[in-house]
């Protein structure tokens, strides 16, 4: 089951965001809005949907299928994280993001807000959460996934996975069972869809392990949920283009002239002021004197990941 959406772009009528659910028992969509970047900004798409839970279902989970934070599922539903969702219960969830830019066609990765967009002609037409690589430890190697330009050069399905030196050499050091290679099927870590990137080492690929999704703790690679990549795989062909990027701080005008801005922690250490960085960015979008300083400084101290409202002169 996909989540689909129709909103206004520059008058017209154009599809906007889906963001595959099929693992949602029932979906209701609401388009709130998807609105057009402006020059050194991205795009705003917020849009709500009714999520059935299942027999099983945590927050946690259903949290990280959808891409938001479990916390502010419980807090729009009033409800009791220490206690058990019943099953049956229709949850209001709203999904909200920047897209740091727009492509005319092509895959982008958001590595702060740890998401995946297809687009389409100028147009997302596909938005997951996704599991990225894990950042350094003190003293330890990370596995940081990546910024920058890239192709798909290759797709594989039910492939046999050769398991890299460097992982191995991981395995070694903490006391694992060596494995050199896994064959096609459920216990393989790469799943059953891959697709082959120009990155070295680095893949897109599903994974087995679900709680791994919208966290930092693959080895570099991009992990998406077993339907949301079956989805990716059938719309995407050798020589696609994509794109990774790293803005913690994502800013966004709309038609009306509203500014909104969603700051996410920079998980990577990559930006030493985060405060500087968002007034830079908005001097570089020409939005510094329409907007709150204010509120900018909450929202970069909060570092939430959830879009806010930062115009000048609004409550």
Known sequence: MKRTAAGGMRGKQTPAGIRSAAAVACVVLLLIGFFP?????????????????????????????????????????GLDPAKPLRAGLD??????????????????????GRTLHLFERGVPVMSV????????????????????????????K???WKVPESIQEEMRREGLVLKESYPPGPKNPVGGYVLQTTFPGILIHDTIDQSSLFQYKSHGCVRLLRTD??????????????????????????????????VNRDAYERTPDMQAYAQKLLRKAGLF????????????????GIPEEITAGVR
């Open 91 to 112: 949850l209001r969830v709203t999904i909200s993001e920047i897209i740091p830019e727009a492509m005319e066609s092509g895959i982008l990765i958001d590595l702060p």
């Open 289 to 304: 004197r329409k907007v709150d300083l204010k509120k900018v400084e909450r929202l970069v101290q909060a570092g939430a």
């Open 158 to 160: 039910s492939p046999d």
């Open 37 to 77: 970047f402006s020059a050194s900004a991205g795009l705003l798409l917020q849009h709500r949907i009714t999520y059935t839970v299942a027999g099983g279902d945590t927050l946690t989970a259903i949290g990280t299928k959808m891409g938001v934070r479990w916390k502010k599922i419980a807090d729009d539903n």
């Open 129 to 156: 959460p996704v599991g990225l690589g894990m950042p350094k430890k003190k003293g330890q190697k990370g596995w940081e996934t990546p910024a920058g330009e890239f192709k798909i050069k290759g797709k594989l």
């Open 229 to 262: 990549m079956e989805q990716l795989f059938g719309n995407v062909r050798s020589g696609t283009s994509g794109k990774i990027t790293y803005s913690p701080v994502k800013i966004a005008q709309v038609e009306n002239g509203r500014i909104f801005m969603e």
